[in-house]
């Protein structure tokens, strides 16, 4: 059973129809990205997924269970994580302590009241293992504002992932890094979700990024899916190679 089925999944603004009947699914484990030129409907299809916004007609399933009513927490409370294209950070903590609130979050017994001692303790024991996924072990006790972009980027994921993420969705994880960031997030990404625990839905501009993570690549264009297969499939599709990858080699 796939982790994620979209189903004839529409969104409306009015006249605009931002996606337009995307049915796809996401296999447990794959790196999923998704593509296409600026308004093709991505940021809005996560959403979506992400219960951020209800759909016009169609269904999110999540390993099985309908969640296309449910409200964005809950949604999250089920395993869907997502980073932002701007940074969501805790300036002001230290990279451990931003990385361990997420984690005390996903517990529900979240609140000190109600498990002791042992919540924070375990919360604690997540974010180290997170961020050691990440590489940042090393800048645990820095405040975030300290950290660079790149690393910026990287506690976002750390934080997701400490929240127990079954479905990852990263949207423009490599945004204003610079090619030397870029390479090193795209080496940690690929050996922290080597092992297949994660799924991830990636939104890249950077084909280059897209080309070195994904199993699998959707293709989206005027809110439609226009492509889905493997990358090589994709890159030589010419309906693809029109829309959106003109002069990619």
């Not at 501009?205 to 090589?232: N, S, Y």
Request: proline share 3%; hydrophobic share 45%.
């Amino acid at each position: 059973m796939p982790l994620l089925e979209c189903h004839g999944l529409t969104r409306r603004f009015g006249a605009l129809v931002a996606v337009d009947d995307v049915t796809l699914n996401v296999e447990k484990g794959e790196i999923r990205s998704v593509i296409g030129p600026n308004g093709a409907g991505k940021s809005t299809f996560f959403n979506l997924v992400t219960g951020m916004l209800r759909p016009t007609s169609g269904r999110v399933v999540l390993d099985g269970e309908d969640i296309t009513a449910l409200p964005a927490h809950v949604i999250a409370q089920k395993g869907v994580a997502r980073t932002f294209q701007l940074t969501q950070l805790m300036a002001r903590s230290t990279a451990r302590e931003n990385v361990r609130l997420a984690a005390q979050a996903s517990d529900p017994r979240r609140w000190y009241m109600l498990g002791g001692a042992s919540v924070l303790a375990k919360a604690a024991s997540t974010a180290d293992v997170a961020l050691e996924r990440l590489r940042l072990t090393d800048h645990a006790n820095r405040l975030a504002s300290e950290l660079s972009h790149g690393d910026q980027r990287l506690l976002e994921i750390a934080m997701a992932l400490a929240q127990g993420a079954r479905l990852l969705m990263l949207d423009e994880p490599t945004q204003g890094l610079s090619i030397e960031e870029t390479d090193r997030a795209v080496e940690i990404m690929r050996d922290a979700l080597a092992d297949g625990d994660v799924t991830v839905m990636l939104v890249e501009h950077d084909m280059e990024v897209v080309f070195k993570l994904a199993d699998r690549i959707t293709v989206l264009h005027q809110g439609r899916v226009i492509a889905d297969d493997v990358p090589a499939a994709v890159r030589a599709d010419p309906h693809v190679q029109e829309a959106y990858l003109g002069g990619f080699d």
